[in-house]
Nanobody
Framework: QVQLAESGGDSVQSGGSLKLSCVVSGLPFGDYCLGWFRQVPGVERELGAIAGISDIGTTSYADSVKGRFTISKDYAKNTLFLQMNSLTPEDSAMYYC????????????????WGQGTQVTVSS
């Protein structure tokens, strides 16, 4: 069974940067994709991944974070990262990493395993 554990969430000032990590274990054989999602308290989780990366390194980003966020993986450490720059208060949310089988996808319904989340708060 795939297990994911996020870390790195914090409170930062607008314009600042954060780097989130997600340690992944139990990866099954076959093509897979890892993604980052976010959810604002009291609001339904965004249906699309804000960033996704396939097992061969193909990436995809939501327009809201393109040019500011970078998704990457450390294959040796089975760790997924999300480098977030130029943060704004609108980026404040609980951030989740998730796993999907198959090629890179941003569709929420394609992801079957989820971490517990890490909180990011951006103040103006």
């Amino acid at each position: 069974q795939v297990q994911l554990a996020e870390s790195g969430g914090d409170s930062v000032q607008s314009g600042g940067s954060l780097k989130l990590s997600c340690v992944v274990s139990g990866l099954p054989f076959g093509d897979y994709c890892l993604g980052w999602f976010r959810q604002v308290p009291g609001v339904e989780r965004e249906l699309g991944a804000i960033a996704g990366i396939s097992d061969i390194g193909t990436t995809s980003y939501a327009d809201s974070v393109k040019g500011r966020f970078t998704i990457s993986k450390d294959y040796a450490k089975n760790t997924l990262f999300l480098q977030m720059n130029s943060l704004t208060p609108e980026d404040s949310a609980m951030y989740y990493c998730a796993h999907a089988m198959g090629p890179v996808t941003t569709r929420h319904v394609d992801y079957g395993y989820w971490g517990q989340g890490t909180q990011v708060t951006v103040s103006s």
